[in-house]
């Protein structure tokens, strides 16, 4: 009765409140900023790619189990979304980029190819950049760097592993269900070849940007650390894909993998060391903007996202 005694308490002698606004369509914000030692660090989404049916594309496991899986995280069981998280690590000196999204391919779905708008927003220019980082050559990570033939980052250096490289500009991928691959590499680091170096495994390549070679996912696919003063991230790229299946259940194969075995043994290898030595990550495809922390939990691993907080922690001064 409470109910209706407020009811019509607040209908006497008011008119009926009224508030009408759209529906309003955008998602998550577009860029999140934290600091890392001296370094700002901003994850400029790219937005989100729509994969198939993970009970097809990840084998190893009785489909209903996967199923069950993402079921029981409250994620839908037909089809994969994962988020393009593009760090941007401005050093105080240089501006690094590691992987430049989807561009305009429309091969993962709409939602993707909006860094160019979401760096605007986030106040960097892409003429800033002079540093363009790839994990490897998978076109989710490289066709943001020609768009309708124009290299989008035009003052940079590039950086790619070269047995990466070499993998999909190889002509003989041509041939093979990997073409999509071969195509979207040939537009891509064709025309930046120029200003292309390649690293190495463990080498500091920039200051504070350790590579550290991850293969399986791809030959060449490489994560790195990137250290300033006495803090660490470790940026994992496709180490870890989905912040569920491939933590929860790390030795479940992707069919994506161009060796999935290795990519299996890769990834439980570096993620019992991030584990062990709690160092806080930020990965491509996890939900953005990816920044957290992972455990292991007996044989498998968890995910612990990092809040986003909206303003500095006054106890750690920047
Ligand atoms: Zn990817």
């Known amino acids: ?36 030692g001296g370094f700002q ?19 190893g496991a009785p489909p209903e189990e996967i199923a069950s899986t993402l079921s029981a995280s409250y994620l839908p069981t037909d089809r994969v979304i994962l988020d393009e998280n593009v760090l941007v690590v401005n050093t105080g000196s240089r501006t690094i980029l590691f992987d430049t999204g989807s561009g305009l391919l429309q091969a993962y779905g709409p939602g993707a190819g909006r860094l160019l708008s979401n760096l605007e927003a986030a106040g960097i220019r892409p003429a800033d950049v ?62 930046i070849r120029e200003r292309l170096i390649f690293i190495k495994d463990g080498e500091e390549f920039l200051p504070g940007v350790q590579a550290l070679l991850a293969p399986g996912h791809t030959p060449g696919h490489t994560m790195f650390m990137i250290n300033s003063g006495r803090e660490t991230l470790a940026y994992l790229a496709d180490l ?61 691993y968890r995910f612990y996202p990092s809040g986003m907080l909206t303003a500095a922690d006054p106890a750690k001064p920047l």
């Not at 607040?10 to 890392?36: C, E, I, M, N, Y």
């Not at 937005?47 to 097809?56: C, F, L, N, S, Y």
């Open 1 to 36: 009765m409470i109910g209706g005694v407020a009811t019509s308490a607040l209908g006497a002698g008011s008119s009926d409140a009224r508030a009408v606004a759209p529906l309003v369509q955008a998602g998550a914000p577009a860029f999140h900023s934290f600091r890392l």
């Open 41 to 59: 660090l901003t994850v400029v989404s790219d937005g989100v790619i729509v994969t198939g049916d993970p009970k097809r594309t990840f084998v």
């Open 130 to 191: 002079d540093a363009v980082v790839l994990s490897h050559g998978h076109a989710d990570h490289v066709c943001g760097l020609v768009v309708q033939g124009r290299i989008m980052f035009e003052n940079a250096q590039f950086y790619i592993n070269q047995v990466d490289h070499d993998f999909w500009l190889d002509p003989a991928r041509q041939q093979t269900p990997l073409k999509l691959f071969h195509e979207q590499a040939l537009l891509n680091l064709l025309p």
């Open 240 to 300: 870890a894909r989905h912040h569920i299946l491939d933590l929860e259940a790390p030795r479940l194969e992707f069919i994506g993998d161009i060796d999935p075995g290795l990519c299996v043994q890769t990834r439980t290898r570096m993620l019992d060391m991030i584990a062990r030595d709690r160092i806080p990550v930020l990965s491509y495809h996890f939900p953005f903007p990816g920044v957290g922390h992972v455990a292991k939990w007996g044989d498998r």
